[in-house]
């Protein structure tokens, strides 16, 4: 029965709505400022995205809402129905909700309207769906809210002027309330984001969903409907009970206050973003988990800092257990303080510093968001001494300069990330491996090494050194054609070295006939890895093109220990394939059975005379740490963790994401003469239904 009378007032109310000429105005005005804008922002912006669409949705409603509830009360006590209704067969709760709900289902059909522009971007794009629909979500709880406040102040007055005035008051307080937070500090700074209408529309208009927003749209429509429901009863209005009404007012307020102080400071949050972008990754973690010391992070932004600074800080912060510590500076306002880290008072810039250990990187991040790569590639250098890789060149080695797909660009800047720089190193010229190399990595010659090359290596690994082999595959043929002397020369094994150590590169192609990348089964996709947990732990699937098999030497010197690392992942649909004619048949004679190790480590302890214990680590292949190759499976983490150990760092190692990849939207001319049809003909119809409804209304 109460259920039924609040439907009755909804519906009546909606009635009211949709049969007067002045609703529908307002329908095709907002539709029009929206669609104006809409139209404007995709064609700039060129992005498959809505967040700035629901930025002006929200500036929007602040002006809407009170034109739609600014008669909800007000009207029915200025034409006297009023007291008709309170003594009407129906509760005082019943009226309020029913009047809410039936502004509340107009209000959604103007929003699902808009989802119009959901529809165009789907068509058009790829957009991030679950973005989109998190931030109609957030719109559409927003402009609940609003009007919750919008039927509060209808209940004050019988005027509906003071009663939208009363609204424009409360709803610019709340939406510029950011304005004011440069003049507070602590709880009470809190306080004012907390309830300030901004920040919580602009989390789940990115894809982040948290308690502290939903807390405070819902708990706000509650306080705004019991205030409401006491408000109408007159009788409380009498002077005597007057101190009861402002008690309950005050101690609502008090309530809605406190609970949503503390759910801001909560931090529950659900990030639904397709590429997870809000959310640290699994080496951003790692990284900030195993700092060697405490680092400080400090950013200059002039004015109101974004919302997603200050969550991307905390997350830092608490993921570090409090070794990374933040602060958001405004350079104008404590110059002297921004004095201290430089020329940085500049309102057009934002900075960040991060320092530790007397070491210090600048970031800038005004044209883009500040991203969690850029802080955290900052972090990692200034937490740990810069470290020196040699590539060896002048043999046809893949080059760390190259972009291309056979470049090692893209493993020169992950070690870049994890703070090593990368030379390259010819040994022909410079007569001697440098004394600050960490790691001497020889990848894929090639041609021969002269002898003299070879020994200075070898010299190095005696005395310490450390080292990464990366020895490319042999050339194949086919039985009807022969390969020459040449060909057969091509791509050494760089066995004078190795053997040296124990191990021996073979002259065959490993094949995998049930774990494979793509097509080719000489191209084994494995994770079978040696026993070595600081390389392999964490490690999914690597893969290997053509690589070579490596055997043991039955006489090698006992000083030296010796592991496999990568082996192929199947045992009998695995071998190494000493036919070079692509002839894929196993001969138990000729062929290495599987699993077949494709990289191994040596160790030798240190001795007297000795910088180090020696380290050599050896892949037969290099393609996989390649430009073209090196994002596939785990090959990046691969690398990285070998050169890692090679080095013997303490830390684990980063590998930066794979950069947010924002949907572009790029319009032809005739797209955008059908997107700008579209959006003219909505108002049309809706002026078209307006007139149809009023006519039928005259019959």
Request: aromatic share 12%; glycine share 6%; proline share 3%.
């Amino acid at each position: 029965m109460f259920v039924n009378k609040i439907i009755a007032i909804a519906k009546k109310e909606l009635s009211v709505y949709f049969k007067s000429p002045i609703a529908y105005i307002i329908l095709i005005l907002t539709i029009a400022i929206f669609n104006i804008f809409f139209y404007m922002i995709i064609d700039q912006n060129k992005e498959v995205a809505l967040k700035d669409v629901f930025q002006v949705m929200e500036f929007m409603f602040i002006f809407l809402v009170p034109l739609l509830t600014m008669g909800a009360f007000a009207q029915e006590k200025a034409s006297g129905t009023m007291e008709f209704l309170m003594t009407a067969p129906v509760t005082n709760t019943a009226i309020v909700i029913g009047k809410y709900l039936g502004a509340l289902v107009f209000f959604s059909s103007l929003i699902g309207m808009t989802f119009m522009y959901y529809g165009i971007v789907e068509y058009f794009g790829t957009p991030d769906r679950m973005t989109i629909l998190t931030g109609y979500l957030g719109v559409w709880l927003e402009g609940a809210f609003f009007l919750g406040v919008g039927m509060l102040t209808s209940c004050w007055t019988g005027n509906q002027v003071i009663a939208a005035i009363s609204s424009y008051a409360i709803l610019f307080l709340m939406y510029f309330s950011s304005n004011f937070l440069q003049y507070f500090t602590g709880a009470v700074k809190v306080m004012i984001q907390a309830l300030g209408t901004g920040g919580h529309l602009e989390n789940l208009a990115v894809g982040i969903i948290t308690v502290s927003d939903v807390v405070y749209y819902i708990s706000g429509i509650l306080i705004c409907l019991f205030l409401t429901r006491l408000s109408i009863e007159n009788r409380l209005w009498q002077f005597k009970k007057a101190a009861v009404v402002f008690l309950c007012v005050l101690v609502s307020c008090c309530l809605w206050f406190g609970i949503n102080y503390f759910t801001y400071l909560l931090p529950w949050q659900w990030d639904v973003t397709r590429a997870k972008q809000h959310t640290l990754s699994a080496g951003t973690i790692d990284v900030v988990k195993n700092l060697n010391r405490d680092v400080k992070v400090t950013a200059f932004y002039a004015g109101i800092p974004p919302k997603y600074l200050e969550d991307l800080f905390k997350e830092y912060t608490k993921v570090s257990h409090g070794k990374i510590s933040t602060e958001i500076i405004d350079p104008i306002k404590e110059i002297g303080y921004a004095a201290q880290f430089g020329n940085v008072i500049n309102v057009k810039e934002h900075k960040v510093f991060v320092s530790s250990g007397g070491q210090q990187k600048e970031i800038y991040f005004t044209d883009s968001p500040l991203s969690q790569e850029q802080l955290t590639n900052a972090i990692v250098r200034v937490n740990q001494s810069k470290r020196r890789v040699y590539f060896l060149t002048g043999h046809g080695e893949l080059n760390i300069e190259s972009k291309d797909d056979q470049g090692l660009n893209i493993l020169a800047r992950l070690l870049d990330s994890n703070n090593f720089e990368s030379r390259s190193l010819m040994l022909a010229v410079a007569r001697e491996i440098p004394k600050d190399c960490s790691v001497l990595i020889i990848a894929g010659p090639k041609n021969d090494l002269t002898k003299q090359e070879d020994e200075i290596i070898e010299n190095y690994l005696e005395k310490g050194g450390r080292a990464l082999f990366l020895v490319e595959n042999v050339i194949v043929t086919t039985p009807d054609k022969t390969l020459t002397p040449e060909e057969l020369g091509k791509n050494p094994s760089l066995n004078e070295i190795l053997n040296q150590w124990g191990l021996n590169v073979e002259s065959d192609v490993v094949v995998d006939l049930a774990s494979h990348a793509g097509e080719d089964v000489g191209s084994p996709a494995t994770k079978n890895y040696g026993q070595n947990q600081v390389i392999t732990e964490g490690l999914d699937y690597t893969f290997y093109v053509r690589p070579r098999s490596i055997t043991v030497l039955k006489d090698y010197r006992s000083t030296i220990k010796l592991a496999p690392l990568v082996l192929t992942a199947s045992k009998k649909e695995s071998w190494g394939e000493s036919d070079r004619t692509l002839r894929v048949h196993f001969d138990e004679n000729k062929d290495i059975p599987g699993p077949v190790a494709i990289a191994y480590l040596a160790f030798k302890a240190k001795e007297k005379g000795d910088r180090a214990d020696t380290r050599l680590v050896v892949f037969t292949d290099a393609d996989f740490l390649s430009n073209v190759y090196i994002h596939y499976y785990s090959n990046a983490q691969m690398g990285l963790k070998v050169i890692n150990w090679l080095a013997e760092t303490d830390y684990k190692v980063f590998v930066d994401q794979e950069k947010i990849k924002v949907e572009r939207l790029d319009l032809t001319s005739k797209q955008k003469y059908i997107i700008a049809i579209v959006l003219f003909l909505m108002p049309v119809f809706i002026a078209l239904a307006g007139i149809i409804v009023w006519l039928k209304s005259k019959i």
